[in-house]
Each structure stands twice: as structure tokens, then as C-alpha cells.
T-cell receptor
Framework: GAGVSQSPSNKVTEKGKDVELRCDPI?????LYWYRQRLGQGLEFLIY????????KSGLPSDRFSAERTGESVSTLTIQRTQQEDSAVYLC????????????FGPGTRLTVL | SQQGEEDPQALSIQEGENATMNCSYK?????LQWYRQNSGRGLVHLIL?????REKHSGRLRVTLDTSKKSSSLLITASRAADTASYFC???????????FGKGTSLLVTP
């Protein structure tokens, strides 16, 4: 497809379980971003990948959160031992990197932790 | 932490009217971007204005930037029901790349 895709679109899980969210960026985009959006709020930056450079993990809220990306392809965001406060929409975006480029967002994964 | 603050938080207008949303930010920026979000899901980029620009147009959109006041405005002219969405401003700092978003303005355009 032409755009950023994310899966699943919705995920309901029980507190304490692990979840894995997937993002397929636009082909050729070297930069990939994960954001979290709580209900009625703006987006919070989580993590940034640029090519083969070490990712910027400065936005990850706790060590229960981790993300991986192989090269310039798919990325997975993993949340271990989920808590109710993790409930949010998780959005992935990609672009060519650099300061002047708009980011292209996927439709997001709505995570609900019961 | 969130960089931008949009106001108003919510705006309700009728079709054909103009909608103005404002955004203030705290630190120096490289550029400021406006995004639209429908139904709480994916965001769509609307327009980017660089720190050395003061005004930019794109179709029915007009964006201004005042770096001395650290503020920006988004004007949507001749609004349509399809413009109903949440609008966010986002900044990229001179030392960064990730976007810092405000909480957004929820716009409702009624027929």
C-alpha cells in the first residue's frame, strides 16, 4: 500500500499481559516514529528510528515499553505487563527524516487494558 | 511534555463561516506544522511553515507564524461540514526531529 499501516487496529487485553503492536512504514522512508495519544490529549513522542542509527528512546515512559526496527522496514512496539494507564491510541509515523519533512501517520492501534 | 497549546479547545461554527485556531509554543523552533485528525485516529498533515516564514497559504488554509510571540494561527475559510475534526499544531525544535504536539482544537462545522 501507499500509506503507513498499523496492526491490529484495536487490541483489548487484560492487565498484566504483554502486547505487541506493528507498524509498516512507507517504503523508502528512513525515519519511523511512535507516538501515544491518550483520550482527549495530544500526541506524546515515544521513540524514533533513523536508518541504522541507534534509536532515540527518550520518550518511552517506562522500561515496560520497548521497540524494534529491522533496517528500514517494519517496527514493533512491545508493552510488557500492561497497566490500565497504558490504554491509548498508539500512532506510528514515517518520513524521509530531516527537520523539514512532514510525517505520514498510520491509522493507529487503539489499546484498551482492562 | 507537550510543547504547544491550542485555543480554543473547542469551536463550533456553521458552514461557510471562517474558523480560526491559535497555537502557542514555548521554545525556539525550526518549523511549525498543522495536522488534522478525524475520529481520534490517524493524523493528516495540512501545512508546514518554517521559522523564517510569516504566512503561508494552501487552498482554503492560511497559516501565520509570529516567532516573537511564539504563536501561530490556522484559518480555514468558507468552512464545510467535512472540515469537522481535531486540529493540532506541532513543532520541531532546532535540536530535534520528533514532533511536539498540543492538545488540539476540536472543530465542529454544522450544515
Amino acid at each position: 500500500g501507499a500509506g503507513v499501516s498499523q496492526s491490529p487496529s484495536n487490541k483489548v487485553t487484560e492487565k498484566g499481559k504483554d502486547v505487541e503492536l506493528r507498524c509498516d512504514p512507507i517504503s523508502g522512508h528512513t525515519a519511523l516514529y511512535w507516538y501515544r495519544q491518550r483520550l482527549g490529549q495530544g500526541l506524546e513522542f515515544l521513540i524514533y528510528f533513523q536508518g541504522n542509527s541507534a534509536p532515540d528512546k527518550s520518550g518511552l515512559p517506562s522500561d515496560r515499553f520497548s521497540a524494534e526496527r529491522t533496517g528500514e522496514s517494519v517496527s514493533t512496539l512491545t508493552i510488557q505487563r500492561t497497566q490500565q494507564e497504558d490504554s491509548a491510541v498508539y500512532l506510528c509515523a514515517s518520513n524521509l527524516g530531516g527537520l523539514y519533512n512532514e510525517q505520514f501517520f498510520g491509522p493507529g492501534t487503539r489499546l484498551t487494558v482492562l | 511534555s507537550q510543547q504547544g497549546e491550542e485555543d480554543p479547545q473547542a469551536l463550533s461554527i456553521q458552514e461557510g463561516e471562517n474558523a480560526t485556531m491559535n497555537c502557542s509554543y514555548k521554545t525556539s523552533i525550526n518549523n511549525l506544522q498543522w495536522y488534522r485528525q478525524n475520529s481520534g485516529r490517524g493524523l493528516v498533515h495540512l501545512i508546514l511553515i518554517r521559522s523564517n516564514e510569516r504566512e503561508k497559504h494552501s487552498g482554503r488554509l492560511r497559516v501565520t507564524l509570529d516567532t516573537s510571540k511564539k504563536s501561530s494561527s490556522l484559518l480555514i475559510t468558507a468552512s464545510r461540514a467535512a472540515d469537522t475534526a481535531s486540529y493540532f499544531c506541532a513543532t520541531v525544535s532546532n535540536s530535534g526531529y520528533a514532533l511536539n504536539f498540543g492538545k488540539g482544537t476540536s472543530l465542529l462545522v454544522t450544515p
